[in-house]
């Protein structure tokens, strides 16, 4: 249905947002350090749920055509899979429902939700029809589950579990909440041919040297490999930074050569496939990872990448990592949704938790 629409006839904008990984990452900390309950809904069929502000019209469809008026169209009221602006409808929808139970946005994440409320703070994170839930009590969540219930078909998935593919493991008696992708890995080792290879200790190889093919051999799963791992780095795997970045700069530009540094990072993967982020109620966060002394650290990927250029002064190489770091946009944005929301969730140690910090 889609795929015969024309852009400015029978839609305008077909954009709509979707929670940040760093979002999600935040609220996860915060909620372990907090001790708040997290719990997930699912809305059924959701783009059925939009409502159309262009005028679009489809054939009757087989078996509900009008005997008397055969030769005429219908006309949409509300979305309908396929359509290009169905998720963007559906979104306006979520968001003016929301709203109007005095939820208000948090900057700036256009998919974080918060209401404070008689000393009580809901939080809805949305991902298109996935929802998480926070709140600082179960009487908060389930206020929100039976308005959600009222206005749409929803599924009460109950305590949080799995997110994108991010599963929750949480200890409350410990305090910690743990986010790994090891169904994931395992999927992708399986779908690579990895699954039953050696392990190896290092993603790269030490003083790998690529360069970019004019070339590229469409017999390698290149790409999609590359586009695995970065889903990875993303979620769960900051360790693989480097190696993702290296690697993700040859996929229009691929050989043998490049293929054999991808496994090897599949190899390492490999040896810590239940590994991911653990966030403590009571200590500062930390990467399982990425255990104390190794390498792939932030500051130890920068200073290897300002060698070159520094050598031999070490004092110099530091400093240098130092500034860099301090002013790369992709660390200071977090920060600009985690101070306000840190202020909102009323905690004193809410930071030491947050991945952002």
Same mark, same amino acid.
């Given at each position: 249905?889609?795929?015969?629409?024309?852009?400015?006839?029978?839609?305008?904008?077909?954009?709509?947002?979707?929670?940040?990984?760093?979002?999600?990452?935040?609220?996860? &900390?915060?909620?372990?350090?907090?001790?708040?309950?997290?719990? !997930?809904?699912?809305?059924?069929?959701?783009?059925?749920?939009?409502?159309?502000?262009?005028?679009?019209?489809?054939?009757?469809?087989?078996?509900?055509?009008?005997?008397?008026?055969? =030769?005429?169209?219908?006309?949409?009221? !509300?979305? !309908?899979?396929?359509?290009?602006? &169905?998720?963007?409808?559906?979104?306006?929808?979520?968001?003016?429902?929301?709203?109007?139970?005095?939820? =208000?946005?948090? =900057?700036?994440?256009?998919?974080?939700?918060? !209401?404070?409320? =008689?000393?009580?703070?809901?939080?809805?994170?949305?991902?298109?029809?996935?929802?998480?839930?926070?709140?600082?009590?179960?009487?908060?969540? #389930?206020?929100?589950?039976?308005?959600?219930?009222?206005?749409?078909?929803? #599924?009460?998935?109950?305590?949080?579990?799995?997110?994108?593919?991010?599963?929750?493991?949480?200890?409350?008696?410990?305090?910690?909440?743990?986010?790994?992708?090891?169904?994931?890995?395992?999927?992708?080792?399986?779908?690579?041919?990895?699954?039953?290879?050696?392990?190896?200790?290092?993603?790269?190889?030490?003083?790998?040297?690529?360069?970019?093919?004019?070339?590229?051999?469409?017999?390698?799963?290149?790409?999609?490999?590359?586009?695995?791992?970065?889903?990875?780095?993303?979620?769960?795997?900051?360790?693989? &930074?480097? &190696?993702?970045?290296?690697? /993700?700069?040859?996929?229009?530009?691929?050989?043998?050569?490049?293929?054999?540094?991808?496994?090897?990072?599949?190899?390492?993967?490999?040896?810590?496939?239940?590994?991911?982020?653990?966030?403590?109620?009571?200590?500062?966060?930390? #990467?399982?990872?990425?255990?104390?002394?190794?390498?792939?650290?932030?500051?130890?990927?920068?200073?290897?990448?300002?060698?070159?250029?520094?050598?031999?002064?070490?004092?110099?190489?530091?400093?240098?990592?130092?500034?860099?770091?301090?002013?790369?946009?992709? /660390?200071?944005?977090?920060?600009?949704?985690?101070?306000?929301?840190?202020?909102?969730?009323?905690?004193? #140690?809410?930071?030491?938790?947050?991945?952002?910090?």
């Amino acid at each position: 249905m889609g795929n015969r629409q024309n852009k400015g006839l029978d839609f305008q904008e077909t954009f709509a947002p979707v929670a940040k990984f760093t979002t999600i990452r935040c609220i996860l &900390a915060m909620t372990a350090a907090n001790g708040r309950e997290l719990h !997930q809904m699912d809305v059924k069929t959701a783009f059925l749920n939009g409502d159309l502000d262009e005028e679009v019209y489809m054939d009757q469809p087989e078996g509900y055509v009008d005997p008397t008026y055969p =030769d005429k169209v219908c006309r949409l009221l !509300q979305a !309908q899979f396929g359509l290009e602006q &169905a998720h963007k409808m559906w979104y306006a929808k979520l968001d003016a429902f929301l709203k109007s139970q005095r939820f =208000d946005n948090i =900057d700036p994440d256009a998919c974080l939700y918060l !209401q404070m409320d =008689d000393g009580e703070t809901i939080i809805v994170l949305v991902y298109v029809d996935d929802l998480l839930l926070v709140g600082s009590s179960m009487e908060a969540i #389930n206020k929100i589950k039976k308005a959600l219930r009222k206005r749409f078909e929803m #599924n009460d998935l109950g305590e949080a579990k799995v997110i994108l593919g991010l599963e929750i493991n949480r200890d409350k008696t410990l305090g910690t909440l743990k986010l790994s992708q090891g169904k994931f890995v395992r999927q992708v080792l399986e779908k690579f041919g990895m699954a039953e290879c050696n392990p190896i200790a290092t993603p790269l190889e030490v003083g790998l040297q690529l360069a970019k093919s004019e070339k590229s051999d469409e017999s390698l799963p290149y790409r999609e490999a590359v586009g695995s791992l970065m889903y990875l780095m993303v979620g769960t795997r900051p360790d693989l &930074a480097v &190696a993702v970045g290296k690697l /993700r700069r040859f996929v229009s530009g691929y050989r043998k050569k490049h293929w054999a540094a991808v496994k090897r990072v599949l190899r390492h993967v490999t040896r810590s496939v239940d590994k991911g982020l653990v966030y403590n109620k009571y200590a500062s966060s930390k #990467n399982s990872a990425m255990p104390p002394g190794q390498v792939t650290t932030r500051r130890g990927g920068l200073r290897r990448a300002s060698c070159s250029s520094l050598a031999g002064r070490p004092s110099a190489v530091f400093r240098s990592c130092r500034r860099r770091w301090r002013y790369l946009p992709w /660390r200071r944005s977090p920060r600009l949704f985690a101070r306000p929301a840190r202020k909102l969730f009323g905690s004193k #140690n809410s930071s030491n938790a947050s991945p952002c910090s």
